[in-house]
Every structure is written in structure tokens, then in C-alpha cells.
């Protein structure tokens, strides 16, 4: 089942954008698998955004990420990476499209309200960066028939 790791960063939380962001997520029909609130640290920063620890504003983003608790979320549907990669929209909240959750909520490139994978592979790596196992449920809601038909619902 494809996974996708949400977090819900402090600019979103600082700003009381919590019950709104999931709620998009959740009138679209995705699934929350696991969810949590954590204060993340230096450590996991490094891991997480290692792609980005050489550029100048890395520091930043660690105080920025570390400003306050986080709520963490792992969500599942089918092509849940793509479908919310999609919602979250463009890095910079300016220049995302209005409708996306960056582009309604956000001006910053930085304090840009939420993280999202951005492939199914790293999707599973992220997951697992941030919950442990028994923390991420399966279960089928009642719904599912409503959402999905019968071929697209064996995600
Ligand atoms: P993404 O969050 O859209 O996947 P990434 O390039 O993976 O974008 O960058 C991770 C995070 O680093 C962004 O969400 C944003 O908070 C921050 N970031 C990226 N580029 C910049 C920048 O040029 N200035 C400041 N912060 C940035
Ligand atoms: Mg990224």
C-alpha cells in the first residue's frame, strides 16, 4: 500500500492550520494511517533534509523545523504520493497555485505550512524515519466503497 509522509510543520501549527490541513486530506479520502505530535531535533533534520544540508539557508530551516512541535501523519490511498504532492503544491507558497494548500495558506518558501514524500520510495524511508512500526495502523474504513470502485480500491 502506497504511503506518504505528512508533517505538519511549525509555521502550520504556530498558526493554528492543523484541523484545516487535515481536513483537506481527509475530504479527500485519504487515509490517516499513523499520526503523532514530536518535537523533532538536529538529528533527524540532517536525515530528513539531507539533500539540502550544503545550501545557506539549511540553517534556518533547522531552527525553523525545530521552533515547535510538529505533527507528524502518514497517509494512505491509492497514488497517495502523487495525489498529494498535488494538493501541498509548488515549495514556494507564493508561487503556488491557489486551491493548493501552500498556495492558500502560505508566503514563504520556507515556512511553507507542510511536508510531503515526493516518491513512493521515499515515502516507506520516511515513514519509517518517523514512526515506529506499531504506530502505523491498517484498517479499511467504511467508506471505502464510496471513494474507490472495486478495480482502483486494490491499491
Ligand atoms: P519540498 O518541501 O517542496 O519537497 P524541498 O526542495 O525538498 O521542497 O525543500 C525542503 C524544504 O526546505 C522546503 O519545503 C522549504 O521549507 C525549505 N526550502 C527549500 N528551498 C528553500 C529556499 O530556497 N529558501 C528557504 N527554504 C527553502
Ligand atoms: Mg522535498
Known sequence: MEKTLIILK???VQRALVGQVINRFQRKGL???GMKMMQLDEQILREHYAHLVDKPFFPSLLRSMMATPVIVMCLVGKEVVSVVRAM???TNSRVAAPGTIRGDYGMSGQENI???SDSP???DIEVA???KPDEIFTYQPI???AIYNDQERNY
Open 31 to 33: 487515509t490517516i494511517a
Open 10 to 12: 511549525p509555521s502550520c
Open 114 to 116: 507542510v511536508h510531503a
Open 129 to 131: 524515519r518517523f514512526f
Open 121 to 123: 520510495e521515499n515515502g
Open 143 to 145: 467508506t471505502t466503497p
Open 88 to 90: 501541498v503544491g509548488a
